[in-house]
């Protein structure tokens, strides 16, 4: 999201300020898919960029909208500031259907619950593989982009977004409940019911910002996912 007012559901109270850096996870994914392209790796690499700019206007989401996603799948909305995981639906959606991808990472500033649960210094992932997981987690600490695991569970997660007129509402009912989790799980919805291949989910609120400036948290963890030359 290139700016984040938060739409009809405002940012209020000051915390505006700083959404300039909620570009970070499509900033990161573009600069380590330029730098895998410089420096090289085994890997054919497909980058989807999913920018928004979300702020007010005649055409802005209003709360109760029912809306149709690229996956099919229809959603609530609830509100309007849970917006990025609404354009990371359809990317990851487009990696499926169109790229035909065998392992989808989709990266984002999505939660400031992000921070609570992984703190300032490690993004939190989630992902359908014990074996991507682990892979991040040591990428993560072979580059220095730290990363730590969050909990998997979108049986139990999933009844967060029930809505009586749409497959799902875009923020959950329960912010106590596994925030984060939830808003990955949301994402990991539009993958589509058959998907069978790898995916990794990396929520960044937290390192990809400090004293005001974006950090570039992101670049050397997915250069080293990728084991592009020099980071393998």
Not at 71 to 99: C, F, M, P, Q, Y
């Amino acid at each position: 999201i290139v700016y984040d007012t938060g739409g009809l559901s405002l940012k209020v109270g000051g915390s505006m300020c700083g959404m300039k850096g909620d570009m970070g996870g499509a900033a990161a994914m573009l600069s380590a898919f330029d730098a895998a392209v410089s420096l090289g790796c085994d890997s054919e690499v497909t980058l989807i960029l999913c920018l928004a700019e979300n702020a007010i206007g005649p055409g802005a989401l209003r709360n109760d909208d029912v809306i149709k996603c690229f996956s099919g799948l229809t959603v609530e909305i609830n509100n309007t500031d849970a917006e990025g995981r609404l354009v990371l639906a359809d990317g990851v959606a487009r990696a499926v259907k169109v790229v035909k991808a065998d392992l989808v990472v989709d990266m984002a500033t999505l939660t400031g619950a992000q921070l609570i649960c992984t703190g300032k210094k490690h993004a939190g992932i989630l992902s359908n593989s014990d074996k991507v997981e682990s892979e991040a987690v040591e990428a993560g600490k072979r580059s220095g982009d730290l990363v730590f695991p969050m909990l998997y569970c979108p049986e139990l997660l999933k009844g967060e977004f029930e809505s009586k007129v749409a497959d799902m509402k875009n923020s959950v009912k329960d912010r106590a409940n596994a925030q984060s989790s939830c808003a990955g799980h949301f994402i990991e919805s539009h993958l589509g019911k058959d998907f069978d291949k790898e995916w990794l989910h990396c929520d960044i609120a937290g390192p990809s910002w400090a004293e005001d400036r974006g950090t570039g948290y992101g670049v050397a963890l997915l250069l080293s996912l990728l084991k592009a030359k020099g980071f393998e």
